[in-house]
């Protein structure tokens, strides 16, 4: 079992989180969480989200995309400044069932993360899916950061 290489920190209420940015933990920890209560189980699935495998991460986020724990925040828009386009279409169609005040509030105390993601965003876009979505506009990572601009 390998340590994260790196980690990125947060503020989540006043406390800094942090959180590693891949870890490399055998997926069969994750797929079997019957024994464990709710919160644990989304705890679990947070920690999942930074697999290194994408269809572990997406399969992971689906569970706690629409959360009303305020640590799972974090969590979530980190995956917004990543490439794989399925998890950003994942977070675009619950977007209208997540807690934005919750998001906003978080955006607004870790604005460097945020414009981070930002980049990321733009990195990827610029990379992978230009050529696919030509007009920046109709790319679902910027439509994500246009809603969430609204809430911060």
């Given at each position: 079992?390998?340590?994260?290489?790196?980690?990125?920190?947060?503020?989540?209420?006043?406390?800094?989180?942090?959180?590693?940015?891949?870890?490399?933990?055998?997926?069969?920890?994750?797929?079997?969480?019957?024994?464990?209560?709710p919160l644990?189980?989304?705890?679990?699935?947070?920690?999942?989200?930074?697999h290194h495998?994408?269809?572990?991460?997406?399969?992971?986020?689906?569970?706690?995309?629409?959360?009303?724990?305020?640590?799972?925040?974090?969590?979530?828009?980190?995956?917004?400044?990543?490439?794989?386009?399925?998890?950003?279409?994942?977070?675009?169609?619950?977007?209208?069932?997540?807690?934005?005040?919750?998001?906003?509030?978080?955006?607004?105390?870790?604005?460097?993360?945020?414009?981070?993601?930002?980049?990321?965003?733009?990195?990827?876009?610029?990379?992978?899916?230009?050529?696919?979505?030509?007009?920046?506009?109709?790319?679902?990572?910027?439509?994500?950061?246009?809603?969430?601009?609204?809430?911060?």
């Amino acid at each position: 079992m390998l340590d994260p290489v790196s980690q990125f920190f947060v503020i989540v209420q006043d406390e800094v989180l942090e959180i590693p940015d891949r870890i490399y933990y055998p997926e069969e920890n994750v797929h079997n969480l019957s024994p464990f209560n709710p919160l644990h189980k989304e705890i679990l699935n947070c920690f999942y989200t930074r697999h290194h495998n994408g269809f572990v991460r997406e399969r992971c986020l689906r569970e706690i995309v629409t959360s009303e724990y305020v640590w799972v925040v974090p969590y979530v828009v980190k995956l917004i400044g990543e490439y794989v386009i399925e998890i950003l279409q994942v977070i675009k169609d619950n977007l209208v069932r997540m807690n934005l005040a919750m998001y906003g509030e978080f955006l607004t105390k870790n604005q460097k993360f945020y414009q981070l993601t930002k980049q990321r965003v733009a990195s990827y876009w610029n990379c992978y899916y230009r050529w696919q979505h030509p007009n920046k506009e109709r790319y679902v990572g910027f439509q994500i950061l246009r809603y969430l601009d609204e809430y911060r």
